[in-house]
């Protein structure tokens, strides 16, 4: 069964800090994506990677970067985190085409 | 970029009803669409999908239409249940493999 992790349920940072989440899957998945949840607004895709050390922007990039040097981990970076970033985070990876396989989510709260 | 409307918003049904979830999208490119459910405080599960070389699939009481002309696809439940109570993402890919989710429909199923 393929595991989708992220490294924390529940995060609070402040205004200004710079902001890591992690995700990590065990399937040797090439694609993995960052989403973001609010309600009433769905999943929103915010970066994807095919492949290490790839990044591709997605629907919401603004103010967001991404690293991935290894396959396994895909972590998503608020340079400069803002009161408007406060939300679900969502991780997920997929092999080639196949569907997409989600991690328990982060949910970050900035203050 | 796609763009993906899903109705309605919410959806109440008795036990044992049938329950409708319509999307539609814009992207005449799309050509894969899973459904998600989500349960309350947990990771987004794929129940299930369609390519757009399929018209229509079954798996138990789920089914999926895709109507790739008018550019809508709709889940359907039939004999719902009390655990079929989440909330149902539609989404779309138009081949890059991110997808593109609708805003979500929180389905309650009455006893």
């Known amino acids: 069964d393929v595991k989708v992790t992220q490294s924390s349920r529940y995060l609070v940072k402040r205004t200004g800090e710079k902001v890591f989440l992690e995700c990590v899957q065990d399937m040797d998945h090439e694609n993995m994506f960052w989403y973001r949840q609010d309600p009433g607004l769905g999943l929103r895709l915010i970066y994807f990677?095919?492949?290490?050390?790839?990044?591709e922007k997605g629907d919401i990039p603004e103010g967001y970067s991404v690293s991935r040097e290894k396959k396994e981990r895909f972590s998503l970076i608020l340079e400069s985190a803002s009161t408007n970033q406060t939300s679900m985070y969502l991780c997920?990876?997929?092999?080639?085409?196949?569907?997409?396989?989600f991690g328990d989510g982060t949910r970050l709260s900035i203050l | 970029g796609e763009n993906v409307e899903q109705h309605p918003s919410t959806l109440s049904v008795q036990e044992g009803d049938s329950a409708v979830i319509k999307c539609t999208y814009s992207?005449?490119?799309?050509?894969?669409f899973p459904w998600y459910k989500q349960e309350l405080g947990k990771r987004p599960q794929l129940i299930i999908d369609?390519?757009?070389?399929?018209g229509e699939k079954k798996d138990q009481r789920i089914a999926v239409t895709l109507n790739k002309t008018a550019k809508h696809f709709s889940l359907h439940i039939t004999e719902t249940q009390p655990e079929d109570s989440a909330v149902y993402f539609c989404a779309a890919d138009t081949g890059r493999r991110a997808l593109t989710f609708g805003s979500g429909t929180r389905l309650q199923v009455q006893p």
């Open positions: 997920a990876s997929s092999f080639q085409s196949q569907p997409q396989h």
């Open positions: 369609i390519r757009s070389n399929v």
């Open positions: 992207d005449s490119a799309s050509n894969y």
């Open positions: 990677s095919y492949d290490v050390k790839m990044k």
